[in-house]
């Protein structure tokens, strides 16, 4: 048995302690994932809207990568193309910035929908990896 950093051996309050803080993050995790359910049904598209989404990463990859090109476009030597190599720095960076807002929305208008429709939380599973405790939230519709 795994003794506590003062020495002392876990009791059975410790572990119900525990059992009872997990019970609550999944019941708030329950309650969280009704109230954006309930508030995607009223309107708030935007809760849909992600940063992380596939649609700007995917964005902002392709303006890197064709700002890349553009600044090697001519070269036609290694020394040319390595002389390149700090403007297509600056012009991946700047295609960076410019992807952010431009990958949101592509991600409002084309990819995303804020209308749940039918949608319904079917199961919240808890599930840990390492230290961090998260829930996943299966949903059917």
């Given amino acids: 048995m795994t003794r506590h950093t003062d020495g002392s051996e876990p009791r059975l309050d410790d572990a119900l302690a525990a059992l009872r803080e997990d019970e609550l993050k999944e019941k708030a995790a329950e309650a969280a994932s009704a109230r954006v359910l309930q508030r995607l049904r009223a309107g708030e598209r935007s809760l849909a809207i992600h940063p992380n989404c ?73 599930s840990q990896r390492g230290n961090l405790k998260a829930f996943r939230v299966v949903t059917r519709g």
């Fill in 54 to 126: 596939g649609t700007n990463l995917v964005t902002s990859g392709m303006a890197a990568g064709l700002a890349g090109a553009l600044a090697m476009s001519g070269a036609s030597s290694r020394r040319e193309r390595f002389e390149r190599i700090p403007l297509a720095g600056m012009l991946a960076t700047a295609a960076l910035l410019l992807a952010r807002p431009l990958g949101t929305r592509i991600q409002q208008r084309f990819t995303t929908s804020g209308d749940p429709g039918n949608l319904e939380v079917v199961e919240i599973r808890p």
